[in-house]
């Protein structure tokens, strides 16, 4: 038992490597296409990469898998420390703005692993993105720690380390085509059944066409959307969706204004309008929500959206739904 | 003089600024810039009202109503009645 006291620190530190293994790489895919979306954890503490001594850096992450492998994978061939917070299994930025990734977990976490008797050194390097949960200078008041914020993105962090100084480039988010296809994914996997569902049951309803619509509206409004977002015609995310909404509807508008000519002419024109009426806002909803999802979407700008068009929509797609109601009753909906 | 933003929440007093330059290392879209010892506002439009900066400034000169742009926890915590969190 003399061994054991004989440690600096009675807190447990855990070994960890940098390389991924096949096993990571499995559970990376599982959360990202949103299989046990809230179970994708990292015991929270601190861990030792490779061979660090009392002078080596300390990274901070979260303890959601994505962020902490991120990190460890980008650190190869450099000897530190990794202090993972406890933030439920989410990752850096969310739950910064939780207050998770926060000021007290961070000053708490010291203490619990004994950091200052780990390492000589006093200074921590933050992701930048964990910023809006933590006041640098409290953490130094408080800890005797200094902050210092990194690069947004673990892979820039060999090139940062070399002066402890981020390029503009760096500290700038960015949401290129595979993020938006990245992040869409798991909406479009968390859909997939409930669709087929509806698709399904629209196909009694109204055949095909009908059930081919559930399937173009969601996957306008989860897949399209979020990889057309920079080139869509509007001025927000609402008003782009509901282009795209219109666009996806047409073909199905005038096919029910076109087919089968012996049918009265208002007849198909109210086929066509519940096309228009139902798809558009439906599209246009979906494109809204995925406001959450970007890299740059404020608090003011999206509530001044769901104020501006919600009521709009809603009246929009209850119009719709009253003529597919009205329609199917009289049995007249368009069968092709 | 304070700054108040046309396009968000974000306000800013310059002469609260020391210019430490917290913010500009902070800010992921590039809204603050350092310019001759203080920092000033230079996009923002570009404020996505994160909050880091306002946290980070030990001297109290950003003032933003921080919160996540997210349509979908607004509308949840607006029909349970609950407070969205920040």
């Known amino acids: 038992m003399q061994i054991a006291t004989s440690f600096p620190s009675q807190a447990v530190i855990r070994a960890i490597q940098s390389r991924l293994t096949s096993a990571d790489h499995l559970e990376h895919f599982l959360a990202r296409v949103g299989i046990n979306r809230m179970q994708h954890r990292v015991t929270p503490g601190l861990y030792a990469l490779g061979n660090p001594n009392s002078e080596s850096p300390v990274f901070v992450t979260a303890n959601y898998t994505l962020s902490f492998d991120a990190l460890r994978s980008a650190l190869s061939g450099i000897d530190g420390y990794i202090l993972v917070l406890d933030t439920q299994g989410v990752n850096v930025w969310c739950a910064a703005g939780e207050g998770t990734f926060g000021t007290d977990e961070l000053v708490r976490r010291i203490e619990a692993c004994q950091l200052k008797e780990v390492v000589s050194q006093r200074q921590l390097i933050l992701p930048q993105l964990g910023a809006p949960g933590i006041a640098a200078h409290e953490i130094r008041k408080r800890s005797g720690f200094k902050v210092e914020y990194g690069p947004v993105r673990a892979a820039d962090l060999p090139e940062y380390l070399k002066t402890h100084q981020a390029t503009p480039e760096m500290r700038l988010v960015r949401f290129t085509l595979t993020d938006r296809l990245t992040v869409a994914a798991v909406d479009v996997m968390v859909a997939l059944l409930p669709m087929l569902i509806v698709a399904a049951v629209m196909y009694f309803l109204g055949g095909w066409w009908a059930s081919a619509a559930v399937v173009v509206t969601v996957l306008s409004g989860l897949l399209l959307f979020p990889a057309l977002l920079p080139w869509l015609p509007g001025s927000d995310f609402t008003s782009k969706g509901f282009s795209l909404g219109l666009l996806a509807a047409s073909p199905f508008a005038i096919v029910m204004l076109l087919n089968q000519p012996e049918t009265a002419w208002w007849l198909r024109a109210g086929n066509a309008l519940c096309y228009l009426l139902i798809m558009p806002p439906l599209v246009a909803y979906l494109a809204l929500l995925f406001t959450g999802s970007t890299t740059f979407t404020s608090r003011s700008g999206v509530k001044k959206e769901i104020f501006t068009y919600i009521p709009r929509l809603a009246w929009m797609l209850g119009a719709g739904v009253v003529l597919l109601i009205a329609l199917f009753v009289f049995g007249r909906l368009g069968r092709f | ?86």
Not at chain 2, 10 to 35: D, I, K, R, S, W
Not at chain 2, 64 to 81: F, P, W, Y
């Open chain 2, 1 to 86: 003089m304070r700054l108040v933003s046309e396009f968000n929440t974000l306000q800013y007093e310059v002469e609260a600024c020391t210019g430490c330059g917290v913010c500009v290392e902070v800010c992921p879209h590039g809204v603050f810039a350092m310019n001759s010892h203080v920092a000033r506002v230079v996009r923002p439009d570009a404020c996505m009202e994160c909050g880091a900066c306002q946290i980070n400034c030990p001297f109290g000169a950003i003032l933003v109503d921080s919160g996540t742009g997210c349509a979908s926890a607004m509308i949840r915590a607006a029909l349970t009645g609950k407070k969205q969190p920040t």
